[in-house]
């Protein structure tokens, strides 16, 4: 922690990190407040192991944050240093070192709130109008130059036009769906996809492939109880074939 509280003042520019508090943990990361000698605030976030793929999760992470800021141009962490190679860095770890988000959540004060300034908050929401501006040439997920194996030729499109050498590029698919239940061990092709097709037809043999190799996932909650449907592989392979 001392190593990583070190990396967070460098990354300010601050002589020294004078506290740490941990946040409560979440599922996929563990993330504490840095509060500097100067009084900045920085949260630095370290996955846990089942946060996603090794390298390729954060990676991603932190260019779709910095894609969703700069070109979107919606309100999203700056993030001040990050390292998606554990082995390669002091720390031994993936991190992101970003800004505190400042404010408090909406609903704290929603109900405190009048109708007119309910409704100015409504109108100054138009962030979907700006992610519906942009579309990529690929399926897959977000990277900067270089961070993934990326298609040849991939890009965004703006406003109608295409926007090439960007500095991002759409590399292989981060979602949990490919990555859950043993799934990372599958001989499968993860993207990018050039056409939403191909996409589908990869979730298709991605689905086969499981079922066909890998055990069933044990049940988190009460889905197939007495009475109730209950799957077999052979039905489910059968659905697949007509997907």
């Not at 800021?69 to 002091?90: C, D, E, F, M, Y």
């Not at 890009?155 to 759409?170: E, Q």
């Not at 589908?200 to 492939?209: D, F, H, N, P, S």
């Amino acid at each position: 922690m001392n190593t990583v509280a070190r990396v967070a003042a460098d990354s300010v520019g601050a002589a020294e990190c004078i506290s740490v508090t941990k946040y409560p943990d979440g599922m996929f990361n563990k993330t504490f407040l840095m509060t500097m000698e100067d009084g900045r605030e920085v949260v630095a976030k370290v996955p846990n192991p089942n946060a996603g793929v090794l390298h390729f999760t954060t990676a991603s992470e932190v260019a779709t944050m910095d894609f969703a800021s700069r070109i979107l141009g919606t309100p999203a962490p700056h993030v001040h240093a990050w390292n998606s190679q554990a082995k390669s860095h002091p720390v031994g770890a993936e991190f992101i070192i970003m800004d505190k988000v400042e404010g408090v959540p909406l609903s704290q004060i929603w109900s405190t709130m009048q109708l007119q300034q309910r409704l100015k908050v409504i109108i100054a929401m138009t962030m979907q109008k700006k992610w519906l501006s942009v579309s990529f040439s690929h399926y897959g997920s977000l990277y900067y130059a270089g961070y993934a194996q990326s298609s040849a030729g991939s890009h965004y499109v703006k406003d109608g036009m295409a926007v090439k050498h960007s500095g991002f590029d759409i590399g292989r698919a981060t979602g949990r769906d490919w990555f859950d239940a043993d799934r990372l061990s599958l001989d499968i092709e993860r993207g990018p996809w050039p056409s939403l097709t191909q996409y589908l037809q990869a979730i298709g043999t991605r689905e086969m492939k499981a079922i066909q190799s890998l055990k069933p996932p044990k049940q988190i909650a009460l889905f197939c109880g007495p009475k109730l449907y209950q799957p077999h592989a052979e039905n489910t392979l059968i659905a697949l074939a007509s997907y």
